[in-house]
């Protein structure tokens, strides 16, 4: 059993908010570990969403409850038109994810039958030290470095893996490989894209991480490896073109993300495309299909350098 970073704050906001409230001789004091424990998030916007969401759920429950139960009485069937009122109303405000929370509110509203201003404020400060605590834990959020350099290293190993068994097949004509690293990336990528997402919801500066911006690019390169794929098994490798473009990609698996930039493989793709042009026409229907893939791997290609920028 492995207990995590965000269960330890949990435990310790809980108590904490049950504790104050508790030392301030408020009632329902328990009540705020509740509020603490709902707004407990993964990451700190979704945490500061929760906290709004229930703390104008529970001022409308407050409001809704107080008039129903003041002006009608303290009956339990009155919860009928209570919920058919704030359901709608929190849907409209937006903070449907508050209505459990602010229920709880109610509940007291219920028990007490007898709304004055000191219990106003009774409930007001369970709110308060509920949420607040909840902000208070969820302002630290642990550093996930290692995580982020070895889902890196993952995927980097996986995509040069990819362009090296591209190029064996282009140059030998033949490959074992069984593709078993593509699908090992798309796995990959999914964990990429949810570290690069918490990343982002964890800095406010209202600009996407650093590492949602690696993943997308990520994300354009295995897209693109996906088409050449195909493009690859219908060229014909006794061609010399093909040879040449799996040198090249060969070489490319060796530095496509060690040399900051593709302007240098720009430039050698370039050549490649120049010689093509300047071979005689096919004498073949199968020469002029592999011709056919061949350019397309070099547009694929292309695709696939620019990215390095």
Request: charged content about 25%; some cysteine.
């Amino acid at each position: 059993m492995r207990i995590g970073f965000r269960t330890l704050k949990t435990a310790v906001g809980v108590s904490l908010s049950v504790l104050i409230a508790q030392q301030l001789g408020l009632l329902n004091f328990a009540s705020a570990g509740i509020l603490t424990l709902l707004c407990i998030q993964k990451t700190r916007w979704q945490s500061f969403h929760a906290i709004w969401e229930r703390l104008l759920a529970c001022l409308v429950a407050i409001v809704i409850a107080g008039l129903v139960f003041e002006l009608i009485g303290y009956h339990s069937l009155l919860f009928v038109p209570i919920f058919l009122l704030l359901i709608p109303l929190c849907v409209k405000l937006r903070c449907s994810g508050g209505i459990a929370s602010s229920s709880v509110i109610m509940m007291h509203v219920y028990i007490q039958k007898d709304l004055t201003l000191s219990f106003i404020g009774n409930e007001l400060l369970i709110i308060l030290i509920g949420l607040g605590m909840s902000l208070a834990v969820n302002l630290y959020m642990p550093g996930n470095e290692r995580k982020v350099l070895e889902l890196k290293r993952r995927i980097e190993s996986r995509i040069e893996t990819i362009l090296r068994e591209l190029a064996i097949y282009l140059k030998d004509g033949s490959s074992i490989w069984d593709g078993r690293e593509l699908l090992e990336l798309e796995q990959l990528l999914v964990q990429a894209r949810a570290l690069g997402v918490q990343a982002t919801e964890n800095d406010f500066s209202g600009r996407r991480s650093l590492f949602y911006s690696y993943y997308e690019r990520r994300r354009k390169q295995v897209d693109i490896l996906k088409i050449m794929m195909p493009l690859v098994s219908q060229v014909d490798t006794r061609l010399e073109q093909g040879r040449n473009i799996g040198e090249f990609l060969d070489d490319l698996a060796d530095h496509w993300n060690t040399i900051p930039g593709g302007r240098d493989y720009q430039d050698r793709l370039k050549e490649i495309r120049v010689y093509h042009k300047e071979l005689p026409l096919p004498e073949s229907r199968e020469e002029f299909e592999t011709r056919a893939s061949l350019y397309s791997m070099a547009n694929e290609l292309e695709r696939f350098i620019l990215t390095l920028d």
